[in-house]
């Protein structure tokens, strides 16, 4: 079988959890990004595939072979580091040719190699630089091509590109997915950032407390999320409690509504709205009282933050559809059950 | 890279070397110098293994006792003075530019690394009649006649301030190096004066570090085995010149060892205080 | 705060550079006296180091001792520093301990140790005991320097080789060595500067049977004056400066002087 596969995959540190019995298949050739707070085991799962920690239960195989407990130089990987590791002692193209330096490679082919990829990332004529004298967008390309030299089955980015502005970062998001579909390499990413995710990745995979909470593409992680802590770490999201009453009648909010049931077994449920999916009405006619509190208008969008049965609510809206209200008016909120999501309590 | 424990033989590869030459040329040694502490002295400088006390009843004599307390208060004196010259020296040298302080610290090293024979030696030149620096002062006319410094107790207490005053401004310089700057520019903005500053804020946030660096030059004072003897009178001598002397001239092993364990104890004792009030400043 | 800084490193200065000036002062008087100011000029005596057998011995055998010396220690710190960095093994930091321990204690308990070892063992007196006992005595300024080395190495430099395919042995032919270099060549410096200037430890152990320079001057200090001592003084402080020098103008100094090694 072809792809990465891990099956029951755990690590513990000690008495501590750090990966718990992660199973996950990708295919070959698929962009995958590891999400999830700090401390998740995101970067302790990418460790174990790249070798450099060895899981204490479960097996990864990588096409086909089990890698479960190969040394990591002899998995032909490439792998781009949080600090980028760019070795400092040598130049650009020094950097590049290290792994095929120590493959043996002869000076010609090595030379060839390293010109091919300075022009695929866009800094041709660069070997001969020293590392410390490149910008952060350079060093961050130059990890790459030096990860990318020996054609890897597997690229691995751990957090890569943290250490840059946000501008730059964008950028570099749409630059790195268009050169992994261009050179189609199956290519995993461990990252906090869930817009760098959605821009990127097949499969947006996300963890919390060392476990895969949900693994799916970017637009169902954010439609269709597995449990509240998904809906509330991808996005922004309303999470409103609710229940249903013997005759079956959902109550959220304080309020009775049509259309919402929980899930099957249960009274009690949790309901995900994504705060572009509340709409602001005139109160009374069935909507949900609620108070406004705050308005935030920040030009793209605005914000307004409204209390209803206790709890705060969001809701954004486009400058087009622009609610006409004040702080502390009373109005109503409505929710459609089509764009809501019933999770378990 | 996680740094693992050793697993296989191999991992312990790069130990046996420096483990086994640490251990037979430093712990051995030790060892048979505190063996040789409790060996029978005999005449004309031999020793024959047994277990007497002998050498160490030998400290409660009057003689040992001025020695030692004259070890003990020398050593001191020279900390205080090194430290209290040092501590200012060494925090302007830390926010000197960079070039100065290269400069001073390859001058500190240099005179640092000086043999002692060499620093004794400049020194009783620099005291002595015909080439000494009185004579500088008969030629600006505050002496009518040149004269010998030395032996004294100034001339010593002097040569092995300047000895331990590299050491102890290269002790002090890590931590005033990474002292907050803006500590004292806090201390500014809030009216108080440079100089106001550095004692009201400066010294009391290096208290432990100056504490702990008074114990390091303590201990290299009292490691000081020639500068008493060439420029002091025998009431000068202190526990290290006696060492040597009991060892080389008198022959006298046992008693030299004793001696070497009892100032390894006091060391090992001053250096154990300089930890914990080095860790009282991490702690903080 | 600038005049008093001003005034403070002159003190400091005059008080430091006094001596040295006297002893160069004396170094080229033109004869064998002991007078300063210098009474005419002469280089001879800076001559005398390289002509006259006695003390042209004395410098040979003090560089051999250095250069040995240095290089062991050197050999020693090198293999234990690099086990404390790569492994984790608490215990091992008691070899540590014992590398550190002859310099902090006073210097007369380490020549003391040695020279009732060599005498218990028979070896007395021979020429390398001295490369030994300073070679352990020295050990621990590489050992010193080395830590900051490779504490100062980044991990995941040494991950990265991996992942690239490098073994352990290529990591360190490749990765850790060039990087450790400096570090290796300032710890040799320091240890080969203070070997060259060091006497108890050298002459509890082969006092009777060679002389180093240091204790030729000792030597020539108790039986008679010759301004060869001041010329030799001088050159070495010369040494001295030219070593520090290099390794401040291809290092790091301060660095290397603790400034940031801990950081980390």
């Given amino acids: 079988m072809s792809g990465l596969i891990l099956e029951h995959v755990t690590k513990q540190f000690g008495t501590f959890t750090a990966v718990s019995d992660v199973n996950l298949s990708v295919a070959d050739g698929s962009f995958v990004c590891l999400l999830g707070p700090s401390g998740c085991g995101k970067t302790t799962l990418m460790r174990m595939i790249a070798g450099l920690d060895l899981p204490t239960g479960g097996s990864i195989r990588l096409s086909g072979t089990d890698i479960t407990q190969v040394p990591t130089h002899k998995r032909d990987l490439g792998m781009v580091f949080q600090s980028l590791a760019l070795f400092p002692h040598l130049t650009v193209g020094e950097n590049i040719a290290y792994s095929l330096r120590i493959r043996g490679a002869d000076k010609d082919a090595q030379k060839k190699r390293v010109d091919e990829l300075l022009a695929m990332i866009h800094l041709p004529g660069f070997a001969d630089r020293s590392v410390s004298k490149l910008s952060g967008g350079q060093r961050q390309r130059v990890a790459i091509a030096r990860a990318l030299a020996i054609s890897p089955k597997l690229f691995l980015l751990d957090e890569p590109l943290s250490a840059l502005d946000a501008k730059l970062r964008e950028a570099m998001q749409v630059e790195l997915r268009q050169l992994q579909q261009r050179l189609g390499i199956t290519t995993i990413v461990v990252t906090h950032d869930q817009r760098e995710a959605m821009t990127m990745a097949d499969t947006v995979v996300v963890m919390n407390g060392g476990e895969i909470r949900q693994a799916a593409a970017p637009v169902d992680i954010y439609r269709r999320p597995a449990d509240s802590f998904v809906a509330d770490f991808i996005g922004q999201t309303n999470l409103l409690p609710f229940e249903t009453d013997s005759a079956g009648q959902a109550a959220v909010l304080g309020t009775s509504i049509e259309g919402f049931a929980p899930l099957a077994g249960s009274t009690k449920g949790m309901l995900s709205v994504r705060p572009e999916d509340v709409q602001l009405v005139p109160a009374g006619n069935g909507a949900i009282p609620a108070k406004v509190t705050f308005v935030r208008d920040l030009g793209g969008t605005i914000e307004t933050f409204v209390e209803a049965g206790g709890q705060q609510v969001i809701a954004v809206s486009s400058p087009r559809n622009r609610p006409e209200v004040q702080v502390g008016q009373t109005v109503g909120i409505k929710l459609d059950p089509a764009t809501s999501v019933v999770l378990p309590k | 890279m996680r740094r693992e424990p050793p697993q296989r033989l191999g991992d312990y590869g790069p130990l046996f070397f420096p483990a086994g030459m640490l251990t037979l040329f430093f712990v051995v040694p030790f060892a048979t110098m505190i063996a040789v502490s409790f060996f029978q002295r005999e005449q004309g400088g031999f020793y024959t293994p047994a277990f007497v006390l002998d050498n160490y009843a030998r400290f409660l004599s009057l003689f040992f006792g001025k020695v030692l307390g004259f070890s003990l208060f020398l050593a001191v004196a020279v900390a205080i003075a090194c430290v209290v010259v040092g501590v200012p020296f060494t925090y302007l040298l830390a926010r000197s530019a960079r070039k100065m302080q290269i400069a001073w610290l390859v001058a500190l090293l240099s005179i640092l690394s000086l043999s002692e024979v060499m620093i004794g030696f400049a020194w009783s030149t620099l005291f002595s009649r015909t080439a000494g620096i009185t004579n500088l002062f008969v030629w600006l006319g505050l002496m009518s006649q040149a004269q010998a410094l030395t032996p004294s107790f100034g001339a010593v207490m002097t040569a092995m301030t300047y000895q331990a005053f590299p050491y102890t401004v290269l002790v002090l310089y890590p931590a005033l190096v990474r002292l907050d700057p803006t500590l004292a520019e806090a201390a500014r903005t809030l009216g108080a004066s440079p100089v106001k500053a550095f004692f009201t804020v400066v010294v009391p946030a290096l208290r432990n570090t100056i504490l702990a660096t008074l114990i390091m030059v303590f201990i290299f004072a009292l490691g000081s085995y020639l500068l008493p003897q060439l420029l002091g009178r025998p009431q000068h001598w202190t526990l290290s010149v006696l060492i040597t002397d009991q060892a080389i001239y008198q022959s006298n092993m046992p008693f030299a060892a004793a001696m070497a364990v009892f100032l390894v104890l006091v060391s090992l004792a001053l250096v154990g205080l300089a930890v914990y009030a080095g860790q009282q400043k991490e702690a903080k | 705060m600038t005049a008093l800084r001003r005034l403070l490193f002159f003190v400091v200065g005059l008080f430091l550079a006094l001596p040295l000036i006297v002893v160069a002062g004396v170094s080229i008087n033109q004869r064998q006296t002991l007078a300063f100011p210098p009474q005419g ?167 009777f049977t060679m002389e180093t320079l240091p204790i030729k001057i000792f030597n020539a200090l108790r039986y008679g004056y010759t301004p060869t001592m001041a010329s030799v003084t001088v050159l070495f402080l010369v040494i001295a400066a030219v070593i520090f020098g290099l390794v401040a103008r291809f290092g790091d100094l301060p660095k290397l002087l603790g400034a940031l090694s801990e950081d980390k």
Avoid: C, K
């Fill in chain 3, 41 to 207: 000029f002469s280089l001879a005596w800076y001559g005398q180091i390289f002509t006259n057998p006695e003390w042209r011995n004395a410098l040979v055998a003090s560089l051999t001792l250095a250069a040995t010396s240095a290089l062991l220690a050197l050999l020693i710190a090198l293999p234990l520093a690099w086990f404390l960095w790569r492994r984790l093994a608490p215990w091992a930091n008691i070899f540590q301990l014992l590398g550190v321990a002859p310099f902090t204690l006073p210097p007369v308990i380490t020549a003391l140790g040695l020279l009732t070892f060599w005498a218990t063992t028979g070896l007395y007196g021979q020429a390398w005991t001295a490369a030994i006992s300073h070679g352990i005595f020295f050990v621990t300024l590489p050992l010193v320097t080395l830590s900051l080395g490779f504490s100062a190495i980044d991990r995941s430099l040494v991950e990265a080789a991996a992942t690239m395919g490098a073994d352990d042995r290529t990591i360190f032919r490749t990765v850790v060595l060039p990087l450790i270099l400096p570090y290796i060549v300032s710890g040799y410096a320091f240890a080969f500067v203070l070997s060259l200037n060091e006497y108890i430890v050298a002459y509890m152990t082969v006092g």
